[in-house]
């Protein structure tokens, strides 16, 4: 089942392949009885691996800022090895610096926070979601103009990596109305953690909850125009959403492959399970399903670096996301039902994707979401506009 890939996307392939089997994948199990954390030294050895030797941390950071510039094509080929590893020990290890940072941020703001995350000596995170919009676009947060910059009040939920990051991305409504983007310094006075929640999966980023009263942040902070917030949060959003198909495709060949091999050995009443015609309908089910979201999310890459129409390709970044996120979803289900009660052991990859595939249907917009994406772009352009 291989994807037609130019030369340099299967050679970043083979280097993360190595990457994810020879350094992440060992410590899984680790990280899973250690509340997602691993021994400093391993930690410090990815990391090191991940910004230094491989640049992933920069990877899609233009060349003209000393990034990798990478397309999408090859980004995805990245993302998709990184995808077979549980307990975010793909993504914990490096921070990302995206291309639509440079084109929003001001040479000061890239070199006081945009080329620290390209070395991976900082990391951000993005605040967002507020307790009365997370599927909608309302800001409820403020930014008053004040002597020299902005007072930002509000609260902020889900902050994924908060626990870990220097800087957030802030989205606070302005006084003309629009809903702009602030760099946002993690211990400015006035910001606190009101809570901290376990979730189901394992990660060492956590995903606290922030309050912001009266946080001054220097006019200098504020990313682009002040009307352009949401386009960049949009930018965010294709980029993610493109990234989390990858890694649902990944997870779903990893899970795939291993319940194919134990199927092949289990015996049951004198026959292995993969002689059963039942165990092979799912087997089957899955790998078509695979086969039908790698080539959706190819082409949309492939859609990316012939900058294709940015309407579309924000509708077919929709699409990927929702189609890959519930095929890996369904896949891991049935794999893990091929395990049997062996797939429910916390030791197993299949058990911890299962709880952590499920918040790929949730994050960066919900299934529902990409599906009111997707209408409302039929709805507006027709088929042929998509
Ligand atoms: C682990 C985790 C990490 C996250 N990380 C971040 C982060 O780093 N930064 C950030 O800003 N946010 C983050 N989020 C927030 C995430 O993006 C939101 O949880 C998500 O967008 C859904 O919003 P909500 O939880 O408020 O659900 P709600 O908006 O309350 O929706 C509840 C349900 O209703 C459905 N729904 C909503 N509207 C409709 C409709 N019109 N028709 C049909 N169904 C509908 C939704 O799909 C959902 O299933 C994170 C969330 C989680 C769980």
Redesign the pocket.
């Known amino acids: 089942m291989d994807i037609q890939l130019s030369d340099s996307a299967r050679d970043w392939q083979k280097k993360i392949r190595r990457f994810v089997e020879d350094e992440l994948i060992p410590w899984e199990e680790h990280a899973e009885m250690h509340g997602g954390e691993l021994p400093p030294d391993i930690f410090r050895r990815h990391h090191e691996i991940a910004c230094s030797e491989l640049g992933l941390s920069r990877m899609d950071a233009p060349l003209a800022h000393g990034g990798l510039g990478l397309n999408m094509e090859e980004q995805v080929a990245i993302w998709e090895q990184l995808g077979r590893v549980t307990n975010a020990l793909c993504w914990t290890c490096f921070p990302e610096s995206q291309q639509w940072m440079f084109e929003a941020c001001t040479p000061d703001q890239v070199e006081r926070y945009i080329s620290r995350l390209m070395d991976g000596s900082s990391q951000d995170?993005?605040?967002?979601?507020e307790a009365e919009?997370?599927?909608?676009e309302t800001v409820n947060s403020t930014a008053t103009v004040t002597d020299g910059g902005f007072l930002i009040n509000g609260e902020?939920?889900?902050?994924?990596?908060g626990n870990r990051a220097e800087f957030l991305w802030v989205q606070a409504k302005i006084e003309s109305g629009y809903d702009s983007l602030f760099l946002v310094d993690k211990d400015s006075a006035g910001i606190e953690v009101i809570d901290n929640p376990a979730?189901s999966h394992t990660f060492s980023a956590h995903?606290p909850t922030y309050r912001f009263t009266d946080v001054f942040v220097p006019g200098a902070n504020l990313v682009g125009s002040e009307d352009a917030g949401m386009s960049y949060t949009r930018s965010w959003f294709r980029h993610e959403r493109l990234m989390i198909a990858a890694r649902c495709c990944g997870a779903a060949s990893r899970m795939i492959e291993e319940a194919t091999e134990w199927a092949k050995t289990r015996r049951i009443d004198e026959q292995v399970l993969a002689d059963k015609q039942a165990i092979q309908f799912m087997l089957a089910d899955s790998a078509t399903e695979l086969w039908a979201a790698r080539l959706m999310l190819y082409e949309a890459a492939r859609a990316h670096d012939q900058d294709e129409n940015i309407k579309s390709l924000h509708t077919r970044c929709a699409m990927i996301k929702l189609y890959c996120s519930e095929m890996a979803n369904r896949v891991c289900d049935r794999m893990l039902q091929i395990w049997g009660g062996r797939g429910y052991m916390r030791s197993n990859a299949v058990e911890r994707f299962y709880r952590e595939l499920r918040?790929d249907r949730?994050?960066?917009?919900?299934?529902?979401?990409q599906r009111?994406v997707i209408a409302g772009s039929l709805l507006k352009r027709g088929l042929e506009g998509m």
Do not use: D, L
């Open positions: 995170a993005y605040a967002i979601t919009s997370g599927s909608t902020k939920w889900f902050v994924t990596s979730f995903h918040v949730i994050w960066e917009g919900s299934s529902e979401v009111m």
